[in-house]
């Protein structure tokens, strides 16, 4: 005689429909909710759960035209905070009954254009990337084949179904303006932009506001990873004329800031302010505690993740999400 579990692996459609008296085609249509009556959706589950029977995946995705997994490009995995990011938006479609399928581009656009290709090729549902390069061109030839939601950036020629972007205006002009009232005159500011991926919004600002508040700021590309982050920083700081703040684009940009203080012999905040840009939990654990500009990364996930689903099932209501920065002043700006 079969076992519970035996007839769990053997259960078929066809073995539903036999139990309700039903076709295989009407047991399909009620299982995916649609062309039946509640009271037959309901008859045909309880069967289904009586006898065992669960559809397969991939039979499911090319029944309902979905597959359940969403595709989340990330810019560098290196970068703690984008680490937070994957982790709240992963959790977030699980909660939703889908599943993120996380890349990581690595710091490299090219990179990053393949696996946009990549993971459109292998039918996502959606796809949340957080853009190295916003201006692409590969923006629209996605936007065309997957609904495509961005975070931090607008995508070139306004093609994606939705976006949650940073105020980066706001967010450059309270850190600037914090390291000014402190009295620093002279900014260094480390960008993890490239030659490749010029004119992010984030670095326009920061001339604009620099040449408004009439300072002096060197902007270098450092990449969201500590070792690299803290070369940068390294080559930035080792001269006499060496400015007396630093502004990073990023929180590990800034961890590189201190290991590299550490290697000349500098203090913070007493030789060296030192402000990043996404208050990642870890930034409030150094000594000195970090000065940063805060995102609200449960608010970012809920709604790239609220937009992504809205899209995928044909209901948007919101196509744009404006993220408010707010200031986290520490110990390693000085008082």
Not at 43 to 72: F, K, N
Not at 146 to 163: H, K, M, N, T, Y
Not at 249 to 277: H, K, M, W
Not at 285 to 301: A, E, Q, R, Y
């Amino acid at each position: 005689m079969g076992t519970v579990a035996d007839k769990r692996k053997r259960a078929t459609i066809r073995e539903v429909a036999q139990a309700t008296g039903l076709s295989p085609a009407a047991v399909s249509y009620a299982l995916r909710g649609i062309q039946t009556s509640e009271e037959t959706q309901e008859r045909v589950r309880a069967a289904a759960e009586e006898l065992g029977y669960e559809a397969h995946p991939i039979a499911r995705a090319l029944a309902s035209g979905r597959t359940g997994m969403v595709g989340l490009l990330c810019g560098s995995l290196e970068d703690y905070w984008q680490q937070s990011l994957a982790t709240g938006i992963g959790r977030a479609l699980l909660a939703r009954d889908r599943y993120a399928l996380i890349v990581d581009a690595g710091g490299d656009p090219d990179r990053e254009r393949a696996l946009a290709r990549r993971l459109r090729d292998q039918r996502v549902d959606g796809l949340i990337v957080q853009p190295l390069d916003p201006a692409a061109g590969l923006w629209a030839e996605l936007a065309d084949a997957v609904p495509v939601v961005s975070i931090g950036d607008s995508l070139r020629g306004g093609r994606a179904q939705g976006e949650v972007v940073f105020d980066n205006r706001r967010g450059v002009t309270l850190a600037l303006e914090h390291l000014r009232d402190l009295g620093h005159g002279h900014i260094g500011v480390l960008t993890p932009t490239r030659a490749s991926t010029p004119d992010r919004p984030a670095d326009v600002h920061v001339h604009a506001e620099a040449l408004r508040l009439g300072l002096r700021v060197e902007v270098e590309v450092a990449p969201q990873a500590l070792d690299g982050a803290t070369a940068a920083a390294h080559a930035l700081l080792d001269r006499p004329d060496r400015p007396t703040a630093v502004f990073c684009f990023s929180d590990v940009i800034a961890y590189g800031v201190y290991a590299a203080t550490r290697a000349l012999g500098l203090a913070v905040p007493d030789d060296l302010a030192v402000c990043g840009y996404d208050a990642h939990p870890m930034s409030a654990l150094l000594t000195p505690p970090l000065t940063t500009v805060d995102w609200d990364i449960d608010g970012i996930v809920q709604a790239a993740v609220g937009l992504v689903v809205e899209v995928i099932e044909g209901t948007p209501a919101t196509r744009r999400v404006v993220r408010e920065p707010s200031l986290r002043a520490r110990a390693s700006t000085g008082r």
